[in-house]
């Protein structure tokens, strides 16, 4: 009996060894970001926030392992293949840019949480933790019907971005009277546009209702010329919102073809996709008001802040996006008592962080993103 009792005290000490042992295991992270070359600051950045991220954790079982891929595919699967072989990393932050990923499902035991904000990759093992199309015209169908704007037209730029913005079209179910693809290019731009919103159909009326009154007996015919005279068309618009999925100056490009066609923000409602809360917009007040999905921006300032503070730079989108996959692999192991699976991605979760609240199932990630509008030269939050 002595002998049954000490046996099992050996394999309690033995466990409870070996459990403190684990406990106290590194667990290793890969980052897969340029740091050389053209975007070498970025992925200095990238860098810079999963630092500051790994403070605010405070748990120093955790590691990262940074790794610079020259934003080079096979750079990228050859140092990925060296952190799983010699470092044992199972779960890599990036690579930054969806080309960077060709080649790692190379490596299906390791699970890479990719920067990039694109749904269309090749490889399984690759999570797209960008803020993608998804995540924003989920916020978009939530405004619209909260709206209740029924006739919503979707204007998406000829480019590479049409395949993005059409899959989540289709993914979200989103309500919609028409979509169109218009040319960037300036010189086809206001053509089209005059097409989509039927603008010469709209300035004839405008003449022949001139011409009529000219032509009639009517009493005030004077007075009512006078005022169609200082008008640009007549007749009404068949959409009440737009969703213009283009940025910068591209998306003031089109909002001015549809204010010169007569169809201004005040006549519907324009909407643009997250454009991080780009300043040179509150001076197109001409445009006002403009809608749009975001990040949470209180939230995203005080980031910012944080981060001029610890390394004197200023902050970027994938900087701060970085910032909260951190947090989200942190979670994920903590709730899995620290013991890496496949299976961490595939179930479902949901992680309140900075950027708003993140969703995973079955290896996708979208984010419940904030909605805002742009007048009176501010940043309105909606909800």
Known sequence: MKT??????SILFIFIFNFKALSNDKIKIGLLVPVTGEYGRIGESVINSVRLALNSINDNRIEILPRDTRSDPSTTLKIAKDLYENDGVKIIIGPLFSSSTEYLKEIPEVTFLSLTNKLTNTSPNVISAGVNSISQLNAIKNFLNSKNLERTIFLIPNSNFKIEIEKAISKTSIKLKDKFI???DPTLLTAQIESITRYPQRKQNLLDEIERLENSNDNNKEKKIENLKKRDTVGGINFDSVVIADFDENFKSVATSLLYTDVSSKRV???NLNNWFDESLLEENS?????????????????????????GKAANQISFLSYDIMGLIYYL??????VITNKMFSEKNIFKGKTGIFQINKKNITHELSFYSIEKKKFIKIF
């Open 287 to 311: 445009l006002h008001p403009i809608y749009f999905p975001s990040v949470d921006k209180k939230n995203y300032d005080s980031f910012k802040s944080n981060y001029k503070k610890s390394y």
């Open 182 to 184: 218009y040319d960037t």
């Open 4 to 9: 049954y009792i000490k046996l099992i005290f």
């Open 333 to 338: 192991i903590y709730k899995n008592d620290f």
């Open 269 to 271: 409602v324009y909407i």
